[in-house]
C-alpha cells in the first residue's frame, strides 16, 4: 500500500524526499486526520502565512482510487484571511492523481526566490521555471499551456493560481481541472507568495486490495446506491444551483448584502432558469458518477464583426449564485455568468469576492467611502459591468481602498467603517445561508467558518419544516457531532455530497476490505479528535474564541425561524467551546 | 461457434469525464486504481470541450498484431486480438502500431494492457456512453 508514502518538497532548496509515514495513516486514515498532524509538525508557530515558513500539505485517503466519490483532496495551510487555519477541500482529478502517482499526502515548504511549477509524474519530481506564466492574465491560459506541455493526458491535475494569487490577494484560491478550486480562506495567496504558479500530478499505478471479492461487494451496493436510488439525484440533475429558488422562498437567501434575505428576481437566476437556457456540459470528477458540476455555456457576439461569436464554458453553483447574483442584486443571468468567469480567470474565491463587493455597495450607499476610494467606480446593486471592474481593481489594487478590499471585508471594514454590515465570521467570508440561528452559529463555530462544517443551515431548515424549536444545548450538541463526523469524511477524502452513501455503517464496510478494522463508535472518536486537533492548532497560532462575534447585521435582517437572538448566540457560542473542551 | 462482440462508444458527447469504466477494468483484475486498464479517456483540449473515450475496437486485421515480433498477439475469432503474457517480451510494438493508442502500458510489470473484451466496464458507464455489442465483419 503507497498511501502511507509522504512526499517532501523544499521549495527554498529545490529538493524532495519521501517519509514513509504509513503508522500516521493507520491511525488517522488520511485526508484532514493526517493533514493536520503533518501541518502541526511542519509549521513553526506564528509563521507569517505568505513567508517561506508556511507549509502546504495535500492529503488524500484510503478509498481514494477505490471506491467512487473518495476523490476529494484536502489542503491545509496557515490562512492568510483568518490567520490561523486554513483549510479547503478540491475534487477534479487531484486526489486520484496524488494517490496513482505513489502517495498519501505531499508537503511543501519553503519559497522559490523566481516563479516555478512543480510537475509530478509517477511520483519523480521535476522543478520547472514558470517565469513565462507569471503574470499571464488567465488562469485557464495558464492550464492551456500546461496541458500542452506536461505528459499524463486523463490522468493528471493541474492545480495553478491567476493573477489574484500572484498578486496576494488573501482570498485567492487554487484552480484545478478549470472548474474545481481549493477555493476559501486563501491558498492561492500562499501559492503566489512562495512563487509557486502551478503544481501537475499524474500517476496510473494499481492499488493492492486484502479482500478483493468482498471489495468488489461493497463497490456495487456502493455504485447502485449512487446511480439507481435518490440519494444523489439532485446534484445530477440540477445541481447545487436548485437550492436558490426554496432558500428565496422561505426567506433565507442572503440579498443586497444582506438588508433582506429574499430577491425579487430569484427566479432569474434559479438552477432551474440556468438549466433550462444555458446550460452547456455536465462533467464529473474522477470517479464519480453523479457529475453534478454544470457548465453553462455564455454566448457572446464580438462587437467588431458581425456573426462572430464566442462560447464560454462557465461553471456554476448555490454559492457562487448568491455571492454574485442576490448579495449584489445582480439578475441578469448572463451578467452574472459573466462575473462568474472573471473570478475564474483571476483565481478568486467566489464567495469572498461577492460578500467583499456586497460591502463596498453598502458602504458607498452610506457614504463611507468616496469617489476617491473606488477610483471612480459607483457601486449600485445590480449593475453587474460595475462589479466586472471593481473586480478587476482588488486583484490591480490602484488605491489603498482596494488594497484593503483584497485583504478581505473584515480588514476592510475595521478600517473604512461599516463593520456591522461586513459580513464576516471568523475573518472569513458569509456563505449563502440566512436560514436561521444555527447556520449562524456554524459559521463562527466550525473550524474554517464555513456552512460545511456542520452544516447548521440544513439543521434551521429542518427545525423549520417540522415547528420544532430545541434548547440551545441540543444545537450545540447536533453541530459538534456533525462536524466531527464530517471529519471522519474528509479523512476518508469522501465527496459531502455523498454523504447520505458513506454512512457510519457503510463507511465501516467500505473499510474492511481495504485493511482497516474501525468500527462506528471508533470512527465518531476519531472525528472529533481531529475536530478538537483543528481548534488546537487555531488556538496555537492566536484564535481566540472569546472573541468571536458574529456582524450586528445578522441580528438585524429576520430569518426564517425569526430574528436571531443576540445573547442566545453568545451563549451558544460560550457552550461550545466549553463542550469542544480542548 | 461464440459471437465476438467489443466495446463500442454510442455516444462520447454523453460523456461526463467520470473514468468509473477505467476504474472498473483495473478492478475486473482484484485491483483499485488504473494500472490495468484497457479503456482510457480524456478531455479533448480541456475540460470545457467534453470527453473522449478509447477502447481497442477489435479490428477484423490488427495492425497490432503484424508488428509483434514474438507471436504473442494473435488475431481472436470474428476481430481483435489475444495476448499471451509468456510469449510477450515487453517491446512495445504494439503500443505504437495501434492507430487509436487504444494498447496501454503498465509500467510496473512492463507489459502492454490489451482489451479482452469481457464488458466489464460498460455496466459501470453510468451515462450510456458505451455498450457491448456483437463485432460486425
Ligand atoms: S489494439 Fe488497436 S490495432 Fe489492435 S485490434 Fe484493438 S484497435 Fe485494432
Ligand atoms: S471490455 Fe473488459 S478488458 Fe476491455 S476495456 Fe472493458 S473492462 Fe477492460
Ligand atoms: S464511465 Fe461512461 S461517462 Fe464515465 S468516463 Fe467512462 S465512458 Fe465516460
Given at each position: 500500500m503507497t498511501l502511507g508514502k509522504v512526499l517532501y518538497i523544499d521549495l527554498s532548496k529545490r529538493r524532495s524526499w519521501v517519509e514513509d509515514r504509513s503508522e500516521l495513516f493507520s491511525d488517522r486514515l488520511g485526508g484532514v486526520g493526517v493533514a493536520i498532524k503533518l501541518l502541526e509538525e511542519e509549521l513553526p508557530k506564528g509563521a507569517d502565512p505568505l513567508g517561506p515558513d508556511n507549509v502546504i500539505v495535500f492529503a488524500v485517503g484510503p478509498l481514494t482510487g477505490l471506491y467512487p466519490m473518495a476523490s476529494k483532496t484536502v489542503a491545509l495551510f496557515k490562512s492568510p484571511l483568518t490567520g490561523n487555519l486554513g483549510e479547503s477541500h478540491a475534487g477534479g482529478r487531484s486526489a486520484v492523481a496524488i494517490r496513482l502517482t505513489g502517495y498519501g499526502a505531499i508537503v511543501i515548504k519553503g519559497a522559490s526566490e523566481s516563479p516555478i511549477y512543480l510537475a509530478i509524474h509517477n511520483g519523480r519530481v521535476f522543478f520547472r521555471d514558470a517565469s513565462g506564466l507569471w503574470g499571464v492574465g488567465s488562469s485557464l491560459t495558464v492550464g492551456r499551456v500546461i496541458r500542452e506541455r506536461e505528459p499524463g493526458a486523463g490522468v493528471r491535475t493541474i492545480m495553478r493560481i491567476g493573477r489574484a494569487g500572484e498578486r496576494l490577494v488573501r482570498y485567492a484560491c487554487v484552480n484545478t481541472e478549470t472548474y474545481r478550486h481549493f477555493g476559501r480562506l486563501g491558498l492561492g495567496a500562499v501559492f503566489g507568495s512562495k512563487k509557486l504558479k502551478a503544481v501537475v500530478i499524474s500517476g496510473k499505478s494499481s492499488i493492492n486490495v486484502k479482500d478483493p471479492a468482498s471489495y468488489r461487494k461493497v463497490y456495487d451496493r456502493i455504485y447502485e446506491m449512487a446511480t439507481k436510488t435518490a440519494l444523489m439525484r439532485k446534484y445530477h440533475d440540477i445541481g447545487t444551483s436548485m437550492n436558490v429558488q426554496p432558500l428565496n422562498t422561505i426567506r433565507g437567501l442572503p440579498t443586497r448584502n444582506l438588508k433582506e434575505a429574499s430577491f425579487e428576481e430569484a427566479h432569474m437566476i434559479s438552477g432551474e432558469n440556468l438549466a433550462e437556457n444555458y446550460l452547456g456540459r455536465r462533467v464529473a470528477c474522477s470517479h464519480c458518477p453523479v457529475a453534478c458540476i454544470h457548465l453553462a455555456a455564455l454566448r457572446e457576439p464580438y462587437e467588431d464583426e458581425p456573426y462572430f461569436y464566442k462560447t464560454t464554458m462557465i461553471s456554476y453553483d448555490y454559492e457562487l449564485i448568491y455571492a454574485l447574483g442576490s448579495m449584489l442584486g445582480v439578475s441578469d443571468p448572463e451578467g452574472m455568468l459573466r462575473l462568474m468567469n472573471e473570478v475564474e480567470v483571476l483565481g478568486m474565491d467566489a464567495i469572498s469576492t461577492g460578500v467583499v463587493l456586497a460591502w463596498m455597495t453598502e458602504a458607498y450607499e452610506r457614504g463611507v467611502i468616496s469617489d476617491d476610494d473606488t477610483a471612480g467606480l459607483k457601486p449600485r446593486w445590480g449593475d453587474w459591468r460595475v462589479y466586472l471592474k471593481a473586480i478587476r481593481m482588488i486583484v490591480e489594487q490602484p488605491t489603498e481602498f482596494y488594497r484593503d478590499l483584497a485583504m478581505g471585508v473584515a480588514y476592510a471594514a475595521s478600517k473604512n467603517g461599516g463593520e456591522d454590515y461586513a459580513l464576516a465570521f471568523g475573518g472569513n467570508e458569509m456563505p449563502g445561508?440566512?436560514?436561521?440561528p444555527a447556520a449562524h452559529l456554524g459559521f463562527l463555530t466550525g473550524a474554517r467558518h464555513s456552512?460545511?462544517?456542520?452544516?447548521g443551515y440544513s439543521l434551521d431548515q429542518r427545525l423549520l419544516k417540522k415547528g420544532l424549536k430545541p434548547s440551545v444545548e441540543k444545537v450545540v450538541d447536533y453541530l459538534i457531532s456533525e462536524e466531527s463526523w464530517r471529519q471522519i469524511l474528509s479523512s476518508l477524502v469522501v465527496c459531502y455530497f455523498a454523504r447520505g452513501i458513506y454512512r457510519p455503517e457503510m463507511v465501516e464496510e467500505a473499510l474492511k476490505p481495504v485493511g482497516y478494522s474501525l468500527d462506528v463508535e471508533a470512527l465518531r472518536k476519531l472525528g472529533l479528535e481531529i475536530l478538537r486537533d483543528k481548534n488546537r492548532f487555531k488556538v496555537r497560532e492566536?484564535?481566540?474564541?472569546?472573541k468571536l462575534k458574529p456582524p450586528k447585521r445578522i441580528y438585524e435582517t429576520p430569518t426564517p425561524l425569526g430574528h436571531v437572538d443576540e445573547k442566545l448566540m453568545e451563549e451558544a457560542v460560550k457552550l461550545f467551546y466549553e463542550r469542544l473542551a480542548l | 461457434m461464440s459471437v465476438a462482440r467489443r466495446v463500442a462508444i454510442v455516444d462520447n458527447e454523453r460523456c461526463v469525464g467520470c473514468q468509473l469504466c477505467m476504474f472498473a477494468c483495473t478492478r475486473r483484475r482484484g485491483y483499485g486504481g488504473l494500472g490495468f486498464s484497457a479503456i482510457h479517456v480524456k478531455s479533448t483540449g480541456g475540460i470545457e470541450s467534453g470527453f473522449t473515450v478509447i477502447v481497442c475496437r477489435a479490428c477484423p486485421d490488427p495492425p497490432c498484431q503484424k508488428v509483434c515480433p514474438t507471436g504473442a498477439l494473435t488475431v481472436r475469432e470474428g476481430g481483435g486480438v489475444r495476448l499471451n503474457m509468456d510469449k510477450c517480451i515487453g517491446c512495445g510494438y504494439c503500443v505504437d502500431a495501434c492507430p487509436f493508442g487504444a494498447i496501454f502500458w503498465n509500467p510496473e510489470v512492463n507489459k502492454p494492457i490489451v482489451c479482452v473484451?469481457?464488458?466489464?466496464?460498460v455496466d459501470f458507464c453510468p451515462h450510456k456512453v458505451l455498450t457491448f455489442e456483437e463485432v460486425k465483419p
Open positions: 445561508y440566512h436560514t436561521g456552512h460545511l462544517d456542520s452544516a492566536g484564535f481566540n474564541p472569546e | 473484451y469481457c464488458g466489464y466496464c
